[in-house]
């Protein structure tokens, strides 16, 4: 049974640039979440899609958006690219009821030069 | 001040030690209480989870909570070098259970 998987691993881009990371939620999961985390920080909640649709926000910008697919997995999409996007970010899934236990990936890290 | 304080730490110990890793809060709605493995450059990995207050033991870890301290912990028995990794609290409250607010994380190093 795979896990949460991510693509692609490392993703190296330029201020200004536009990027879409990739997420495939753990087999039986319907819910997917996405987070942020920064070096020598915890992960911070961008958002959550169920039904193709956004359920709940962070305090992210609309620069971050995202999309899930009929076949539940998810797409981020961050424009306009800032130093300060550099992070590792994660993508969860759970089901959306037992949101509380959610699984991760390995994660994106994305560096902005 | 934020939602969830953990000391990042760094925490070493010997093999063998009991190691105590804690996290205070301050949103008296939290209700879900999360602990994760985070080893180096890989995604966080879901070790223990309890609902409302009282203790939960798996193996050799046992997760604590005390809901009128705002007051969690995860107790490790019998180190392993295997277990020196960064350790992430995790919470959420009813209504909003898909939202995890997150400690900072502590580095835990077990030394053989």
């Known amino acids: 049974d795979a896990g949460v998987t991510q693509s692609p691993t490392h993703l190296i881009k330029t201020r200004g640039q536009q990027v879409t990371l990739r997420c495939s939620p753990k087999s039986g999961h319907d819910t997917v979440s996405w987070y942020q985390q920064a070096l020598g920080q915890g992960p911070q909640f961008i958002f959550q899609?169920?039904?193709?649709?956004?359920?709940q926000r962070g305090n992210f910008p609309d620069r971050f958006s995202g999309h899930q697919f009929p076949n539940y997995s998810s797409e981020l999409n961050v424009n306009a690219l800032l130093l300060g996007d550099s992070a590792l970010y994660l993508c969860a899934s759970s089901l959306v009821r037992g949101q509380e236990t959610q699984y991760f990936g390995p994660g994106t890290r994305l560096l902005v030069l | 001040q934020k939602e969830v304080e953990q000391d990042p730490g760094p925490l070493s110990v010997p093999e063998g030690a009991i190691v105590s890793l804690n996290c205070t809060y301050s949103?008296?709605?939290?209700?879900?209480f999360m602990w994760y493995r985070q080893y180096s450059r890989k995604g966080p990995e879901l070790l223990m989870y309890?609902?409302?207050?009282g203790n939960k033991e798996d193996g050799r870890f046992t997760a604590q909570v005390d809901k009128s301290s705002k007051y969690i912990s995860l107790f490790i028995r019998d180190s392993q070098p295997s277990d020196s990794a960064t350790y992430l609290c995790?919470?959420?409250?009813?209504?909003?259970?898909?939202?995890?607010?997150f400690g900072q994380g502590t580095t835990l190093q077990v030394k053989p």
């Open positions: 899609y169920y039904e193709e649709e956004e359920r």
């Open positions: 949103n008296s709605a939290f209700q879900y």
């Open positions: 309890t609902y409302s207050s």
């Open positions: 995790a919470m959420s409250a009813p209504g909003n259970t898909g939202k995890l607010i």
